[in-house]
């Protein structure tokens, strides 16, 4: 593993970052970044593409009136992947605008990101949300290497302590990340009306254009659908999941 260090944003921004190379390297990377274990866990995947402007509103709104206020009610951690893009962005300023101290972890590729006044090598790299606490920069060179790292993470850190998984809008990766994030025993919650793949989920939890690859989601039990405008039902059924004693289990593997 890398040895880690302090990434300065400027503005009194400044970051923990570390480059684990094995999961056997996380013990020692939440202890260099001084992450704290045993707390609720909210992962935040998806995207903004493709979203109207009043449907952005709606989502921004989502992170400053529900998200950001729960994560700091309930003492939890977030994870997301970190980037200055979309709603990676959105958890950022959200975070900052409501000045919550909770630790915001961002888990990305090393190889599709660039550092504080590094050039953007090509079209597919991101610089990091300079409003993120921690960074874990987990091998791989394209985007969706990180998955299976949010994933098990966010189970490591929780520990006992319930997780949850919000999907918002999102693409082509974000089906690898909802995948990974249920096999973890984690429920997932699909922002309807967010747009591609949080609206093919929730289509397809109502049995209606069954997208193949939502069938392993949706057997999983641990999906459900709830409209973006809806924001007082995403708080009470968030409030819920991370307030229970009651962990939830992973799933057996697939034969």
Known sequence: MEPGFTLDFGHRRTARVIQPQTEADLSDAFTFLELPKARPVLVVIGGASRLSRSDQRLVRSLFIKVLVPLARAL??????????????????????????????????????????????????????EPHHTHFLLVPGYAWGD??????????????????????????????????KNVEEGRPLIAIAGSGRTADALATALEGNGVDERAQHIIDSGLLQAIELESSDRLAEVIQQILSSPIPSKPLEPSQ
């Not at 950022?92 to 599709?112: E, K, M, V």
């Open 75 to 128: 003492n939890a951690i977030v994870i997301d992947g970190g980037t200055d893009v979309g709603i990676m962005q959105m958890m950022g300023r959200a975070r900052y605008t409501r000045r919550a101290r909770f630790p915001l972890l961002g888990i990305a590729p090393i190889g599709c990101v660039a550092l504080p006044e590094q050039p953007l090598l090509n079209d597919d790299m991101a610089p990091l």
């Open 146 to 179: 990180e998955s299976s790292w949010i994933a098990r993470v966010a189970s490591m850190l929780a520990e006992e302590k319930p997780s949850v998984t919000i999907l918002i809008n999102g693409g082509e990766i974000s089906w690898l990340d909802a995948e």
